[in-house]
């Protein structure tokens, strides 16, 4: 595994939680990251992404002004800050990375964390 997705649980409508997607072992330092969710019986969807320099930031039209994506590249970590969560937020979210820039198509990105579960209740 080379990328590990920590930080899921359960939590209130409402309520915070912070993604952190590791790296341990390698270097993905000059990648593009991004966050995908899965939610049960739907198909991967987007979340969010950025540039290695964190100058570009991308985000799903759903979770805009509520999901911060952040990187530290001296630690090889990302994260997802989660405000405001919603029920339908409630998905299996996956980090990656990609050598091709940002971007909200999951082919592009070639390194994927195993997904950490995020549990949204009402």
């Known amino acids: 595994v080379q990328l590990q997705a920590s930080g899921g649980g359960l939590v209130q409508a409402g309520g915070s939680l912070r993604l952190s997607c590791a790296a341990p072992?390698?270097?993905?330092?000059?990648?593009?990251k991004g966050w995908f969710r899965q939610a049960p019986g739907k198909e991967r969807e987007f979340v969010a992404a950025m540039t290695w320099s964190s100058d570009r930031t991308l985000y799903a039209v759903s979770v805009k002004g509520r999901f911060t994506i952040s990187r530290d590249n001296a630690k090889n970590t990302v994260y997802l800050q989660m405000n405001s969560l919603k029920p339908e937020d409630t998905a299996v979210y996956y980090c990656?990375?990609?050598?091709?820039?940002?971007?909200?198509?999951?082919?592009?990105?070639?390194?994927w964390g195993q997904g950490t579960l995020v549990t949204v209740s009402s």
């Open positions: 072992g390698r270097t993905f330092s000059n990648y593009a």
């Open positions: 990656a990375a990609s050598s091709w820039g940002p971007s909200s198509d999951p082919k592009l990105y070639v390194y």
